[in-house]
DNA sequence: GTGAAAGCGCTAACAG
DNA sequence: CTGTTAGCGCTTTCAC
């Protein structure tokens, strides 16, 4: 109470709401030099324990809270990153796919310190954006989920001096990012679907232009002519991530008599469920379905999908925390992490076991291949492990 | 070293994108002082025209970006507003109310050159974020979606000097809000299962702890007494804006038999119409359902859903631009922005007719009124509009 | 260990 | 209309 006063009448009874203190408030409240209450402030270790309790002892009373643009201006850090995410994808705003990225990046954020500025990069704006997030000198790195195969926003980043992340690959640049092995997952999908029997296995891709889908599309592929089964364009329909377009292509496929189908994410595979229903076929007698990601309303439909689990919200924080040590270590060699995907078997494949009981051919995995680049990268979880998320670290080829 | 790299740049020879510039390059190419260049960029008309192109062109020629961290020190304002949305609501991302809100937001912030930094406040930063939000000096303003009924957040803004706007409304506060009539709007949604001769009228609320829960059941309560009708406990059910939640609460009213149910969100009354079918009950000729926010699902619902549309995208775009007015005219009266809702009316409620065409007794809306506030305010939209978001002011009282 | 001093890149009076 | 001059609040050498 005492002391209360006293800086009152040090700093001439103003209000403290009235205005941010400064760097200088605290070091005259704490009898101490600006530079001092700086070094407290940023933990360094050249200050005596004393003067440290001191000066502390003084924020919090106070309650300060540095400038953060002063900081970012001196120190050339202001510990904010960017989270870009292209709006022509933005639009599929039901799936939840971004939600639980952009609350796993906002999450870890939190958790270390960081705040993070959100572009949804409209078409129009994205010249501007690319430069604004570039040089305004505001973030110090930045996420990019970019779906597009050739993203402007990716190659000026790749282009600048600008950290960044992609959260997807790159077909052709060898940039830092954080995938799924689509690939991989999306043969072993379909791989289940023909160790259940079934013949004639469709699919419904995401938009041509995505990177996501052509891996996916591609794992397809690859998983019919594990069994020399060919790819019939019949058979391939193309949807745009929603449940919309999933609906519209399962009622393109339909005549073409599929008995299974793989749905490039949970959302179309929701829009196939009501296209088989509304044409009174059974799932999963009559036709297999199988989704991806395993989104939270995965196990809501009717049946229950069977689905390529992708920890959707783990990679947002997992691509923070790459993100966070690439911007701590400039210059260290690019990241490519590819995180594990867990195939969880619900009803609607047809398999009754609830769970994925190993034990069968699945033992035998696919080999690991990054598409078209062929660096070593970090695997991130496997399927095998209980956890998901336990880095491990890939030896350098 | 500046000096050589600028001879390099008026020679062509060096990448753009190797070392930010700063105003004083810009002048020294175009020959004239930093603070013109200043003036040019923030398009102050003490230029003269002719410097203005020079200084322009060089500008572009360069594609030079002003630091933000430098002008938000000096000028006292960023052009960041914050968007802060609650984690213990966050968690319900499978809703596309978020997704749909961050995404309006986000549009008028490009629109108006402003970029959006996103808090997604978990409980236990909470505090720690309040702080940083307040003081930091990075954004000018705060958005805030706050449903909770009495949230620490807005009562620590409404403490500070911090421009700041509520995405609905406080029930004691006399703060700057943006919201919709849920008491009416809730109201007229029970009306119109009354005028199809419903008797016995359920309604899934959200958690009762949440302002708008608490309006939209208020105004259950009013459609119901407007015809005598009584509140029955037993047809009230707690749900908490989840599909998992509205299927729960839907199981608990069918033991009491309602023909017809008022849910709160268009996702828990999906997940009532899921449990509706599980009982073998038919939509609408056993039980009508209405939902609310008509979000993009809801026509895709199984009957396709009628539901009170609330323009939830619309509604964050103008919350960006109250908010920059507000911040643009510190000490202006209290905004108070009502947002109109409108019924839209599909098959779930057992009304044939495709569109609410008007000529019924929905000539005579409920009057008008904010529960906890008489204040005056704005209403944006109406009812009657073609065009739900043009705005009106209506007279202060 | 601590303080003094020099900026970070920009805006904003104030002169002219 | 334009240039000069002070800072904004912080970090960071560099002395001591």
Redesign the interface.
Same mark, same amino acid.
Request: hydrophobic letters at 40%.
């Given at each position: 109470m005492l002391k209360k006063i006293v800086e009152w009448l040090i700093l001439g009874a103003l209000p403290r709401? @009235?205005m /941010?203190l400064t760097l200088e408030d605290i070091a005259r409240l704490s009898g101490v030099s600006r530079s001092t209450v700086s070094r407290v402030i940023n933990a360094d270790s050249n200050v005596k324990d004393e003067t440290r309790q001191k000066v502390l002892q003084v924020i919090q009373n106070i &309650? $300060?809270?540095? &400038?953060?643009?002063?900081r970012? @201006?001196a120190a050339g850090r202001?510990n904010?990153i960017g @989270?870009v995410i292209p709006a022509s994808v +933005?639009v599929i705003?039901?799936d /939840?796919y $971004? /939600?639980?990225l952009? =609350?796993g990046v *906002?999450?870890a954020c939190?958790a270390h310190n960081h *705040?993070?500025?959100?572009?949804?990069a %409209?078409p129009e704006?994205e010249r501007r954006?690319i !430069? =604004?997030i570039?040089? &305004?000198?505001?973030v110090d790195g930045v996420i990019v989920s970019s779906t597009l195969m050739d993203d402007p926003i990716v190659k000026s980043l790749y %282009? *600048?001096?600008m950290p960044f992340i992609l959260i997807g690959r790159h077909p052709t640049l060898d940039v830092n990012y954080l995938d799924v092995d689509n690939v991989r997952a999306a043969r072993e999908a379909t791989q289940h679907l023909m160790r259940l029997g079934r013949k004639r296995i469709a699919t419904i891709t995401g938009p041509k232009n995505q990177i996501a889908s052509y891996d996916r599309y591609q794992g397809y592929v690859k998983g019919l002519s594990d069994r020399n089964q060919p790819v019939l364009p019949e058979l391939v329909a193309e949807g745009d991530w929603t %449940? +919309?377009g999933g609906y519209t292509a399962m009622r393109r496929l339909i005549p073409h008599k599929p008995d299974a189908v793989f749905a490039a994410n949970d959302v179309m595979a929701a829009g196939a469920l *009501?296209a088989l229903r509304e044409a009174q076929l059974r799932v999963p007698e009559d036709v297999a379905v199988v989704g991806f990601d395993d989104? /939270? &309303?995965a196990s !809501?439909t009717?049946p229950p999908l069977t689905t390529m689990r992708q920890p959707i919200q783990s990679m947002g924080s997992l691509a923070v925390e790459t993100l966070i040590d690439i911007i701590d270590h400039p210059g260290s060699e690019t990241r490519r992490i590819v995180v594990a995907t867990e195939l969880v078997i619900r009803s609607s494949c047809g398999t009754l076991k609830s769970k994925s009981e190993g034990g069968d051919d699945r033992k035998n995995p696919v080999d690991l291949s990054i598409p078209t680049l062929n660096q070593p990268y970090h695997l991130v979880g496997n399927p095998a492990d209980e956890n998901p998320i336990l880095r491990r670290r890939v030896k350098n080829a």
């Amino acid at each position: 109470m005492l002391k209360k006063i006293v800086e009152w009448l040090i700093l001439g009874a103003l209000p403290r709401t @009235l205005m /941010p203190l400064t760097l200088e408030d605290i070091a005259r409240l704490s009898g101490v030099s600006r530079s001092t209450v700086s070094r407290v402030i940023n933990a360094d270790s050249n200050v005596k324990d004393e003067t440290r309790q001191k000066v502390l002892q003084v924020i919090q009373n106070i &309650n $300060f809270q540095p &400038n953060l643009a002063a900081r970012g @201006l001196a120190a050339g850090r202001t510990n904010i990153i960017g @989270l870009v995410i292209p709006a022509s994808v +933005a639009v599929i705003f039901t799936d /939840p796919y $971004f /939600p639980l990225l952009i =609350q796993g990046v *906002s999450g870890a954020c939190n958790a270390h310190n960081h *705040s993070v500025m959100l572009w949804l990069a %409209e078409p129009e704006y994205e010249r501007r954006t690319i !430069r =604004q997030i570039l040089h &305004n000198g505001l973030v110090d790195g930045v996420i990019v989920s970019s779906t597009l195969m050739d993203d402007p926003i990716v190659k000026s980043l790749y %282009e *600048s001096k600008m950290p960044f992340i992609l959260i997807g690959r790159h077909p052709t640049l060898d940039v830092n990012y954080l995938d799924v092995d689509n690939v991989r997952a999306a043969r072993e999908a379909t791989q289940h679907l023909m160790r259940l029997g079934r013949k004639r296995i469709a699919t419904i891709t995401g938009p041509k232009n995505q990177i996501a889908s052509y891996d996916r599309y591609q794992g397809y592929v690859k998983g019919l002519s594990d069994r020399n089964q060919p790819v019939l364009p019949e058979l391939v329909a193309e949807g745009d991530w929603t %449940e +919309a377009g999933g609906y519209t292509a399962m009622r393109r496929l339909i005549p073409h008599k599929p008995d299974a189908v793989f749905a490039a994410n949970d959302v179309m595979a929701a829009g196939a469920l *009501s296209a088989l229903r509304e044409a009174q076929l059974r799932v999963p007698e009559d036709v297999a379905v199988v989704g991806f990601d395993d989104t /939270p &309303n995965a196990s !809501r439909t009717q049946p229950p999908l069977t689905t390529m689990r992708q920890p959707i919200q783990s990679m947002g924080s997992l691509a923070v925390e790459t993100l966070i040590d690439i911007i701590d270590h400039p210059g260290s060699e690019t990241r490519r992490i590819v995180v594990a995907t867990e195939l969880v078997i619900r009803s609607s494949c047809g398999t009754l076991k609830s769970k994925s009981e190993g034990g069968d051919d699945r033992k035998n995995p696919v080999d690991l291949s990054i598409p078209t680049l062929n660096q070593p990268y970090h695997l991130v979880g496997n399927p095998a492990d209980e956890n998901p998320i336990l880095r491990r670290r890939v030896k350098n080829a």
